[in-house]
């Protein structure tokens, strides 16, 4: 079985640039977060979606940052304009939410780094 | 909001030897799980508990789930050089939105 998708592994642009990163979750899940990983603050839920719609986007650093999830099997996480400050490793994970459990499973996750 | 708290924050270990880490929450949960992370890779889950008291097994590891549903621990037996990582605690408490409270991870290191 295919895992979570992520795209791409690393990415490494300069400040000012677009980013955007990808995400495909596993076949019949209904839910997808998106997190950020850094020495300093470990992980971060940034946001996440139910049924393709997003419930919680408060972990969203500032406005720079978006997501869209235009049907169950994509997700984008972008960021315009990158700044250094963002660089970190982030990932995206999926789960079946259902009323007990929620297992979330994570992709590879993307290493950005923006100069 | 809940929160996580995990210990120890590291661990240098022989191999062989047994560890043992735990998380506390300042609220009643419902869900525990346990990830591990390699490095330069995402984190995997390990063990799923759902009930009060619960004890579970994967192998080496075996996890509980505290019968005052804010805590939990997580063992790992006979450790190994490829055990080596960060150990996440996780779980939801009575809102279930599906959104995880993670801890802040226990590093373990394991000397040949």
């Known amino acids: 079985d295919a895992g979570v998708i992520q795209s791409p592994r690393h990415e490494v642009t300069e400040m000012g640039q677009e980013v955007t990163l990808r995400c495909k979750p596993i076949?019949?899940?209904?839910?997808l977060f998106w997190y950020r990983q850094t020495m300093m603050r470990g992980l971060e839920l940034l946001i996440y979606f139910n049924n393709n719609v997003p419930i919680d986007d408060s972990g969203m650093p500032e406005d720079r940052f978006s997501a869209k999830m235009p049907n169950a099997s994509f997700s984008t996480l972008k960021i315009q304009p990158s700044e250094p400050r963002d660089s970190a490793v982030y990932f995206c994970?999926?789960?079946?939410?259902?009323?007990?459990?929620?297992?979330?499973?994570f992709g590879p996750g993307t290493r950005l780094t923006v100069l | 909001g809940q929160q996580l708290n995990q210990s120890p924050q590291s661990m240098f270990i022989q191999e062989g030897e047994d560890v043992s880490m735990n998380c506390t929450s300042s609220s009643i949960f419902n869900t525990w799980l346990w990830y591990k992370q390699d490095p330069g890779e995402g984190p995997v889950l390990l063990i799923a508990?759902?009930?009060?008291?619960e004890l579970t097994s994967n192998g080496r590891l075996t996890a509980q789930f505290g019968i005052t549903r804010k805590d939990s621990f997580l063992n790992i037996s006979a450790s190994i050089p490829s055990d080596v990582g960060i150990y996440f605690c996780a779980g939801h408490g009575s809102s279930n939105t599906g959104k995880l409270i993670f801890g802040q991870g226990t590093t373990l290191q394991v000397k040949p």
């Open positions: 076949s019949g899940h209904n839910s």
């Open positions: 994970a999926s789960s079946l939410r259902r009323e007990r459990g929620n297992e979330q499973f």
């Open positions: 508990l759902y009930k009060a008291g």
